[in-house]
């Protein structure tokens, strides 16, 4: 009977994908929406903490006006980053411009966030919405790395988003090459 399930979803966990693995070989392992968005979002929020770090640790007494400008773009950031950019606020609009003008990677992580909520919401089939050439994303290992470790199958590292459903997960088979 375990031999005829075709699709798993479930959370990432690599012990809950060995045991799927084992009892199903046959099944493709997928990661529901929740699960993906959340490993972004909390990327995302910490990348938020390290720029701040960053900015807190810098020691030029010369560029003190600088620093306390960049750590006033930071302050209370976290929900305008996290948040559905469609559901911000004007005052969280605001200020998510000012942190994609002073952080790029916060800006492009932002960004790759917004693309995968976007898939999940806009397409009745998500993988042909997931080609690099059309979202450009030929590079997300740099701003997503632990859900692009998550994603490591043998030698290849790959994104698939599952045509059964509205839901992604990690596979050897692939509409987006992360290598």
């Known amino acids: ?14 012990p809950y994908k060995n045991l799927v693995k084992e009892l199903m070989p046959s099944a493709e392992v997928v990661a529901d929406r929740f699960h993906v968005m959340k490993q972004i979002n909390q990327e995302l929020d910490e990348q938020r903490r390290a720029e701040k770090r ?39 609009k605001i200020k998510l411009e000012a942190i994609k003008e002073n952080f790029p990677s916060l800006k492009k992580m932002q960004e790759l966030k917004e693309e995968f909520r976007k898939i999940y919401e806009t397409s009745e089939n998500p993988t042909e919405e997931c080609y690099p050439s059309r979202n450009g994303w030929q590079n997300p290992p740099v701003f997503l790395p632990r859900v692009v470790k998550q994603s490591e199958t043998g030698l290849e590292k790959s994104l698939v988003i599952s045509s059964k459903g509205q839901r992604m997960g990690w596979s050897r088979e692939s509409t987006i090459n992360l290598n």
């Open 1 to 14: 009977m375990l031999e005829q399930i075709e699709e798993v979803s479930i959370d990432l966990w690599l």
């Open 54 to 92: 960053a900015v807190e640790a810098q020691k030029n007494k010369k560029q003190k006006a600088e620093k306390e400008a960049k750590l006033e773009v930071l302050k209370r950031s976290k929900y305008s980053l996290l948040k559905n950019e469609k559901d911000l606020t004007e005052t969280q």
